[in-house]
DNA sequence: TGTAGTGTGTAGTATATGCTACACACTTGC
DNA sequence: GCAAGTGTGTAGCATATACTACACACTACA
């Protein structure tokens, strides 16, 4: 049961459908700069997620979120890695406050902080 | 110029000095669980610094803040990044939104977060 | 003067991460 | 039937991470 692979799978097999032969193993694979075999063993779970960088460019390929990608693979994508680390005894509070809230919460959130009006 | 050694050190060798024979680099290691060489060679930037085991062990018996030690060591605990990894779209837009707003502006978010009154 | 405590130097090791290179097999269309 | 396009199998490799084991040298003090 790998979800990363199984889901990069179904999603370029929908895109391959909709315009074939422009999402086979072998285009997304060199247009993420991997070799296609190794993709093959990534979308059936035989090897773990690839880099970070692989992920975002299968992600931008794939018209995907990659932050969401980096967490179907079990990582955060560096630049948010350090964002926290520049003030992590801040951060490291608010996101262990945010753990239990309810998603229209944080989003609230968002948007007050987005909006400045608070 | 290796901050983490160089913070490490001095803070090791500020409580040596206010509790002598009980921050030495071999007692400070054992509590740890690593070798007092590799200890040596941390404080003194020869290795990068080790794994978040032993950072957190480290920041527990020196007295200092794990969120703080691991930023310094570049990493970012697994427990914050496993709260993101379950809500990634979210908190990814959090965490950028809040990226260059004062320290201030962000601690009166968390207490906001934190007595519920908003 | 020897031994306990201190730090350091040398020389490794195990495991994980992130891949490449290339051959093989199957299907489809001409 | 053969060429192009498809996925897969085998066999690696380079680099990074996170350490261990142990010998050595210096200092203090009893």
Redesign the pocket.
């Given at each position: 049961m790998s979800k990363f692979g199984d889901y990069i799978?179904e999603k370029?097999?929908a895109l391959?459908k909709e315009s074939?032969?422009?999402?086979?193993?072998?285009?997304?694979?060199s247009a993420v700069?991997?070799?296609?075999?190794?993709?093959?063993?990534i979308?059936?779970g035989?090897?773990?997620?690839?880099?970070?960088?692989?992920?975002s460019a299968l992600a931008e390929i794939l018209n995907e979120d990659p932050d969401m990608m980096l967490a179907l693979?079990g990582?955060v994508s560096d630049e948010l890695q350090e964002i926290i680390r520049k003030r992590p005894k801040l951060f490291a509070r608010l996101i262990r406050e945010l753990r239990d809230m309810p998603d229209h919460a944080v989003l609230r959130l968002v948007r007050e902080v987005r909006d400045g009006n608070w």
């Open positions: 799978r370029r097999e391959q074939p032969g422009t999402y086979s193993l072998r285009k997304v694979a700069g991997i070799e296609a075999s190794y993709l093959s063993k979308e059936r035989q090897q773990p997620p690839p880099g970070e960088r692989s992920i693979a990582k």
